[in-house]
């Protein structure tokens, strides 16, 4: 108890009644605008390392072939210094498209659901 007969809970926190609502909206949307740019980056990053892992895939496809090719050189690597970078590329953007799985889960599961919902009209 608190002086004058009123308790902690009954102590009011401010003079504005919807100070307190505001707060949590506020909050929600701090949440959400980090959310969207975390989703936007792991989305940019996607973008930017699958045409990474394409482009060095695409370089050593058509890279010459034999069995002294790996020394050859070519925009500064050598053959079996571009398979490394592809390589690693390819782990890294694995790894991106995991975390960006787990983090869309929800969004995923709900877009098959719906694609595959019998109950959906058909597109004309």
Not at 66 to 85: E, N
């Amino acid at each position: 108890m608190i002086k004058g007969g009123r308790t902690n809970r009954e102590t009011p926190m401010s003079l504005d009644p919807g100070a307190h609502g505001r707060a949590h909206a506020a909050d929600r949307h701090r949440q959400s605008t980090q959310k969207a740019r975390l989703r936007a980056l792991i989305a940019m990053s996607l973008i930017v390392l699958w045409i990474l892992t394409a482009l060095t895939g695409f370089l050593l496809y058509i890279a010459p072939a034999g069995p002294r090719s790996g020394g050859l050189i070519m925009f500064l690597l050598t053959k079996a210094q571009w398979a490394d970078v592809h390589f690693w590329l390819s782990v890294a953007a694995s790894l991106v498209t995991i975390g960006h799985i787990a983090i869309d889960w929800k969004a995923l599961t709900a877009c098959v659901r719906f694609l595959t919902s019998v109950e959906r009209k058909s597109m004309p």
